[in-house]
Nanobody, 120 residues
Framework: QVQLVESGGGLVQPGGSLRLSCVAS????????MGWYRQAPGKQRDLVAG???????NYADSVKGRFTISRDNAKNTVYLQMNSLKPEDTAVYYC??????????????WGQGTQVTVSS
């Protein structure tokens, strides 16, 4: 019912910046929260940042002060601005959305991920 497509990943040097984008499409009534998760090889998938439909954001402690999440509800798009990147930020970043379909309970959708590599 909802498809999420991420973009903006790539290779960047430590201290550099990237901006990730995620666009939601499909048939749904509304989207509530959206967020970004990341998963490094051999590690669990963890929340990086989340944002509600009215713009209230929360962040993992490891990225506070460096990352900023935002969204454009009219475009069904969520962004993650990543500054002062560190090698430990290297991971596959996944977009996530909690949405309400036209019929039924709230559901969760995931994108396929975009690779972010921070290395010299």
């Amino acid at each position: 019912q909802v498809q999420l497509v991420e973009s903006g990943g790539g290779l960047v040097q430590p201290g550099g910046s990237l901006r990730l984008s995620c666009v939601a499409s499909g048939r749904f009534s509304s989207i509530n929260a959206m967020g970004w998760y990341r998963q490094a090889p051999g590690k669990q998938r963890d929340l990086v940042a989340g944002i509600t439909d009215i713009g209230s954001a929360n962040y993992a402690d490891s990225v506070k002060g460096r990352f900023t999440i935002s969204r454009d509800n009219a475009k069904n798009t969520v962004y993650l601005q990543m500054n002062s990147l560190k090698p430990e930020d290297t991971a596959v970043y996944y977009c996530n959305a909690e949405f309400r379909p036209r019929w039924g309970n709230n559901r969760v959708a995931w994108g396929q991920g975009t690779q972010v590599t921070v290395s010299s």
